[in-house]
């Protein structure tokens, strides 16, 4: 589906509405927005307009609160490179901008994609080829999805602590836990995005 780019203002004025909508099951309306934003009623309804024209709302017409996040829809974040789920990264100079569901990004947060090579992941259904979604952070749970970087690249491999020992470890029994000198943790995964 092919989605128009939004500016940052109408971005923050939609995950408004998506999480107002996803909270309270109703969308907010064009006063709640304009006291939220500090905006006349005109200005938030031209937001509305544009985002319903951009496709990113549907509305119906004399409803108070009539409009409601097309949840269809996509929203666009970079896609960074390749990440081993095996061997180390390989960036990708120019990132492009890639469409993931809506549900796969919270509000608050910086999201990236990176595709898939290797097959360490396998038995968590990630695959060769697949791009996954990762928010972007520098710390992780033990038993998190992450993607992070060692002395030998950056992989997307469970993380693990254990006895105070911090180690990688893949989820294909083929492959063994991987125990590094440095480790950063760079996001964690929180969605796929097959490759048809």
């Known amino acids: 589906m092919n989605v128009k780019t939004l500016t940052p203002k109408q971005k923050e004025v939609l995950d408004f509405i998506t999480a107002f909508h996803s909270k309270k099951g109703y969308s907010p309306s064009l006063e709640e927005m304009a006291k939220r934003f500090k905006k006349s009623i005109p200005t938030i309804h031209q937001f509305i307009e544009s985002l319903v024209k951009k496709g990113y709302l549907n509305k119906t017409e004399n409803a108070s ?60 259904g990630v695959l060769d080829g697949d791009t996954v979604v990762v928010k972007h952070q520098l710390t992780a749970e033990s038993g998190d999805t992450v993607v992070a970087v060692t002395e030998d690249g950056a992989t997307l491999k469970k993380f693990r602590k254990k006895n105070g020992k911090m180690f990688l470890e893949p989820r294909n029994k083929k492959l063994r836990n991987i125990y590094p000198k440095s480790l950063e943790i760079r996001g964690k995964f929180v969605g796929l995005v097959r490759n048809s």
Request: glycine fraction near 10%; hydrophobic fraction near 40%.
């Open 65 to 124: 609160r009539g409009i409601v996040p097309n949840a269809d829809l996509g929203i666009e974040i970079p896609l960074l490179g390749f990440v081993a789920a095996g061997e180390p990264i390989e960036p990708i100079e120019n990132p492009e901008p890639i469409n993931v569901p809506l549900n796969m990004v919270s509000k608050s947060g910086q999201f990236y994609a990176l595709k898939v090579k290797g097959d360490s992941m396998i038995e968590d």
